[in-house]
């Protein structure tokens, strides 16, 4: 299993309650943005194109649990930037767990080894570190030699000292499936819990516009990735956004799923759109309904999304919203280990 036994019924649970009260936004994943500045300059980011005087700015712990409370999400997913950089992080990441809130912080890994004793392991702690492929790939990616073996040493010390450790990697349109498969393979034998994947997202400031992947494109590529899939293979995926990659399953957008608290607000309407923040995460609710997101929709930038950020949720909605859910979940699992 990809996450612990006690994370799955509490996220299980929360999204079975909000199904049978009728409710149909409500958020799985709140992701935060404590801050911008980043140690890296990724190809394909669009997060850290702000000038100065908004990178030197730090997110205070408070307003970072104040937003957990708000709504009510029973996961958060610390990014930015670079959320080791951020002075209060191992306060902020204490508080979460205090709160009994499920915390994925995503590092780069860069300066883990010099952070690490700053942290404990904790069930409600994850370490997701980003690893974009291969040696090759990754440094490559992140525009940086010996960034790859920076984060493999931060991993290994990390499941060396109990943390609980995924990966996430971001796939671009010049992956080569084989060197993606054995990459999965080096990432397990880590030690790590799982690894995520998603297509990268087109944002409209990243350095190489020419990395990203159109629908059809996405599609093939994870067909040939994902085909026969390795018995030693864990995702930190439900088995249909997995299929979904695939092109075996359709959804809609669940831009609420994963609503995106940053230094400057509630970022509407969704985590990679930015049309500005709201206040209030109600007032982001209400400020959504004004959309028509997802590859069906009208809005350009969503044409060719699959990411994990708007689809995942889709994807556990489905497993709990109806008894053909829970069957389809169990078939995609099956289909996919076969």
Same mark, same amino acid.
């Given at each position: 299993?990809?996450?612990?036994?006690?994370?799955?019924?509490?996220?299980?649970?929360?999204?079975?309650?909000?199904?049978?009260?009728?409710?149909?936004?409500?958020?799985?994943?709140?992701?935060?943005?404590?801050?911008?500045?980043?140690?890296?300059?990724?190809?394909?980011?669009?997060?850290?194109?702000?000038?100065?005087?908004?990178?030197?700015?730090?997110?205070?712990?408070?307003?970072?649990?104040?937003?957990?409370?708000?709504?009510?999400?029973?996961?958060?997913?610390?990014?930015?930037?670079?959320?080791?950089?951020?002075?209060? !992080?191992?306060?902020? =990441?204490? @508080?979460?767990?205090?709160?009994?809130? $499920?915390? +994925?912080?995503?590092?780069?890994? %860069?300066? #883990?080894?010099?952070?690490?004793?700053?942290?404990?392991?904790?069930?409600?702690?994850?370490?997701?570190?980003?690893?974009?492929?291969?040696?090759?790939?990754?440094?490559?990616?992140?525009?940086?030699?010996?960034?790859?073996?920076?984060?493999?040493?931060?991993?290994?010390?990390?499941?060396?000292?109990?943390?609980?450790?995924?990966?996430?990697?971001?796939?671009?349109?010049?992956?080569?499936?084989?060197?993606?498969?054995?990459?999965?393979?080096?990432? !397990?034998?880590?030690? =790590?819990? @799982?690894?995520?994947?998603?297509?990268? $997202?087109? +944002?409209?400031?990243?350095?190489? %516009?020419? #990395?990203?992947?159109?629908?059809?494109?996405?599609?093939?590529?994870?067909?040939?990735?994902?085909?026969?899939?390795?018995?030693?293979?864990?995702?930190?995926?439900?088995?249909?956004?997995?299929?979904?990659?695939?092109?075996?399953?359709?959804?809609?957008?669940?831009?609420?799923?994963?609503?995106?608290?940053?230094?400057?607000?509630?970022?509407?309407?969704?985590?990679?759109?930015?049309?500005?923040?709201?206040?209030?995460?109600?007032?982001?609710?209400?400020?959504?309904?004004?959309?028509?997101?997802?590859?069906?929709?009208?809005?350009?930038?969503?044409?060719?999304?699959?990411?994990?950020?708007?689809?995942?949720?889709?994807?556990?909605?489905?497993?709990?919203?109806?008894?053909?859910?829970?069957?389809?979940?169990?078939?995609?699992?099956?289909?996919?280990?076969?």
């Amino acid at each position: 299993m990809a996450v612990p036994v006690s994370q799955a019924l509490t996220v299980a649970k929360y999204a079975l309650s909000n199904e049978l009260k009728g409710k149909k936004k409500y958020p799985l994943v709140m992701m935060l943005e404590p801050l911008f500045q980043c140690n890296l300059a990724c190809s394909g980011c669009g997060k850290i194109q702000e000038p100065p005087e908004i990178l030197k700015i730090r997110m205070p712990k408070e307003k970072a649990w104040a937003a957990i409370e708000e709504c009510g999400a029973p996961m958060v997913s610390i990014a930015g930037g670079e959320p080791l950089l951020h002075p209060e !992080m191992p306060e902020m =990441v204490q @508080g979460f767990i205090d709160r009994k809130k $499920f915390v +994925y912080m995503c590092t780069n890994a %860069q300066i #883990l080894l010099g952070k690490i004793d700053l942290f404990k392991p904790s069930k409600y702690f994850s370490l997701g570190v980003h690893l974009d492929g291969t040696k090759r790939m990754h440094d490559r990616n992140v525009n940086r030699e010996g960034a790859y073996d920076r984060a493999v040493a931060a991993i290994k010390e990390a499941v060396k000292r109990g943390f609980r450790v995924t990966t996430n990697t971001t796939i671009f349109n010049d992956a080569d499936p084989e060197e993606v498969r054995g990459f999965f393979d080096d990432v !397990m034998a880590m030690g =790590v819990e @799982g690894m995520m994947i998603s297509p990268g $997202f087109p +944002y409209e400031k990243a350095p190489n %516009q020419d #990395l990203f992947l159109e629908r059809k494109k996405t599609v093939e590529l994870f067909r040939k990735i994902l085909c026969n899939p390795h018995k030693n293979w864990v995702f930190n995926h439900s088995p249909g956004f997995l299929a979904f990659l695939k092109g075996e399953q359709e959804y809609d957008c669940t831009p609420w799923g994963t609503p995106c608290y940053s230094i400057k607000g509630w970022q509407k309407p969704c985590y990679l759109i930015n049309d500005g923040y709201c206040k209030t995460f109600a007032e982001l609710l209400e400020a959504i309904d004004g959309y028509d997101l997802g590859h069906r929709g009208t809005r350009p930038e969503c044409k060719d999304c699959m990411l994990h950020s708007g689809y995942e949720a889709s994807a556990v909605r489905d497993i709990f919203g109806t008894w053909g859910g829970i069957f389809r979940a169990a078939k995609h699992a099956y289909n996919f280990k076969k």
